[in-house]
C-alpha cells in the first residue's frame, strides 16, 4: 500500500491549492487528511467515509475534501487560506470507518508542505 501526497508549495494569505492523494496497493472506505505544524502534534483536518465528510472547525467553510474512486485519488481543496494554516499535511487512509483519531487510520502518505505567506 502506499498513499503519495502532492499539491503542496508556497501560497500568500487568502489563497488557494488543491493536495491530490494518491493510494495504490488497495481500496480505502476512509480517507483523510491530517497536518503537522513546526512544535506542533499532528491534527486531524477532514475525512469522508464513502460520501460522508467531516471537518475541523479550524478549516470548516474554507477546505472541501472529496474523492475520485476511478482515480483511487482523495483531495483536499483549501480556500481562504491563513498563516495558520502553514503545516506538513499527511494523507491517511483506512480500509473501514474512522473517527478523527491518528490511530484510527492504517496508511499514511508522505506528507507535503503548505506554508501560507502574508
Known amino acids: 500500500v502506499q498513499l503519495q501526497a502532492s499539491g503542496g508549495g508556497l501560497v500568500q494569505a487568502g489563497g488557494s491549492l488543491r493536495l491530490s492523494c494518491a493510494a495504490s496497493g488497495g481500496t480505502f472506505r476512509s480517507m483523510g487528511w491530517f497536518r503537522q505544524a513546526p512544535g506542533k502534534e499532528r491534527e486531524f483536518v477532514a475525512r469522508?467515509?464513502?460520501?460522508?465528510?467531516d471537518y475541523a472547525d479550524s478549516v470548516q467553510g474554507r477546505f472541501t475534501i472529496s474523492r475520485d474512486n476511478a482515480k483511487n485519488t482523495v483531495y483536499l481543496q483549501m480556500n481562504s487560506l491563513k498563516i495558520e494554516d502553514t503545516a506538513v499535511y499527511y494523507c491517511?487512509?483506512?480500509?473501514?470507518?474512522?473517527?478523527?483519531?491518528?490511530?484510527?487510520?492504517?496508511?499514511w502518505g508522505q506528507g507535503t508542505l503548505v506554508t501560507v505567506s502574508s
Open positions: 469522508m467515509y464513502w460520501t460522508n465528510t
Open positions: 491517511a487512509a483506512a480500509g473501514g470507518p474512522t473517527g478523527r483519531s491518528i490511530r484510527s487510520y492504517d496508511y
